[in-house]
């Protein structure tokens, strides 16, 4: 049959996407981690003009579209001719690492307050007795408090995650061949307008079912405490 | 309240077979043009469409006796647009391709001009020795062969933008894919931004669409370069897409053309808005 096989074609050429799409989704969601891990410890220091600078970022990346960031950072900071002679131009000449900047620092606003609930969700009894133990500092950190909060964001941050494996699809507008583009060029060359896409959600969708399964497997594995004892 | 309602949905229902019963009488056509692609087709500040396309369209209109609207679609999704129903015809540059008529219907070809490369003034393409030629790929084919070979050892490894899926895009594809990176853009004016800011060296377009970008203020640093191609696969020219179930439609306004481009008006339109004579 002729419309399995486009499908099976389509499948194929979309599956030489998927490295690309994966690729921004990792590398946004690894530097997009360290940004809300910095951008945390800002906003929960007890110093003004870090807590003031955390909440501007926050209000700025999470609060406009991704897609208005990915245009400024694309196509806006290329019109300052003093971007294009410094060496940041190396990199922002590349659609790539426009792309996965702008999902980064998008990402990153938004983590941070998945963090931030976190700490906040650390039971204040738990960090007394710790200190009542005689730790403190980075030691109360390591062992009582960060073990406690990843525990409580993990479900949010999940969530984050599979939210950014879409998000990647936008990065389609800027000349990359991530699966979307693909499907959309495969849909205006062939005129076929419903396959593509359709065979394009089932990869995001089987993507972030895989996610979703892992995200069930870890929290398991890190609530011992909440599992029914055998005996 | 329900009695109100059944009539309500009744008197609706009504109307709307009338509409389907009416709708070969054509006292309106829906023309769907991207609003983008300059001269053929752009949005003036006030938000109106205006230039080469929508005044051979309302033309065209007058001529065989209906109401145009025109309205604005994005190119990617144009012939879905159209097989939809959202509109009529299209006039947005389409170039008549084989692939494209399995899909749709044309008109007669309306316009045809060559496809050229714009790039900075000085580009080593600048000082090709095909420069400004024109080759007709269907009618001279060694000629057209002997530039591409010139043209393809000048563009290694450069970056040359071109819209998606237009005949620029599959020109591009088929010679110059192995020498140099595509980019593809849904709109031109997406891929001139990329131009300016240095991401591209060069643009492959329909000639009368890169003399406009040419004209705008901030473009003296950049010429046309190289050859220029028409016929082959470019096709024979641009013509008005319309649903297949349209016949009555296409006939009618290849009925309309005729007569425009007897009494000069087609050619009018063309060197107001190209400069140049795109008649084909």
Known sequence: ?231 | MRLPLAIGMSLLAAASFATVAHAKDWKTVVIGMEGAYEPYNMTDPSGKIVGFEPDLALDLCARIKVECKIIAQDWDGMIPGLNAGKFDVIMDGMSITDERKKQIDFSNPYANSPAAFLAAKDSPLAKLASNGKVFDMTKSPAETAKALEELRAALKGKTIGVQVSTTHANFADKHLKDVATIKEYKTTDERDLDLKSGRLDVELDDYPTLAAILEKPDSKDYAFVGPEFKGGDFGVGSGMGIRKSDADLTAKFNEALKAAFADGSVKKYSLKWFKIDTTP
């Not at chain 1, 499908?7 to 989704?25: D, N, S």
């Not at chain 1, 806006?76 to 190396?90: A, D, E, K, N, Q």
């Not at chain 1, 983590?111 to 403190?136: D, H, K, N, W, Y």
Request: with cysteine; glycine share 6%.
């Open chain 1, 1 to 231: 049959m002729m419309s399995l096989d486009f499908i099976w074609q389509t499948f194929l050429r979309l599956l030489a996407a998927l490295p690309l799409t994966i690729e921004v989704w990792f590398l946004s969601i690894v530097f997009g981690g360290f940004v809300a891990a910095g951008v945390t410890w800002m906003r929960v220091s007890g110093i003004l003009p870090l807590s003031l600078f955390a909440r501007a970022f926050i209000f700025i990346f999470r609060g406009s579209p991704l897609l208005i960031q990915l245009f400024v950072i694309y196509y806006g900071l290329p019109s300052l001719p003093f971007v294009r002679h410094s060496f940041l131009w190396t990199f922002l000449r590349e659609p790539f690492y426009c792309a996965v900047l702008s999902l980064a620092l998008c990402t990153a606003g938004y983590t941070s307050e998945i963090f931030r609930g976190a700490l906040a969700a650390v039971p204040r009894g738990q960090v007394e007795a710790a200190r009542a133990c005689g730790m403190s500092g980075f030691l109360l950190f390591r062992r009582i408090i960060l073990p406690i909060a990843m525990r409580q964001g993990l479900p949010a941050y999940s969530t984050e995650i599979i939210s950014m494996t879409k998000a990647t699809a936008l990065v389609s507008m800027v000349t990359l061949w991530d699966v979307l583009n693909v499907a959309l060029k495969i849909r205006n060359d062939t005129l076929i307008t419903y396959t593509p896409l359709l065979v394009a959600g089932a990869i995001y969708f089987v993507l972030n079912y895989i996610l979703a399964r892992f995200f069930v497997w870890l929290e398991f594995v890190v609530s011992p405490h909440l599992r029914r004892r055998l005996h």
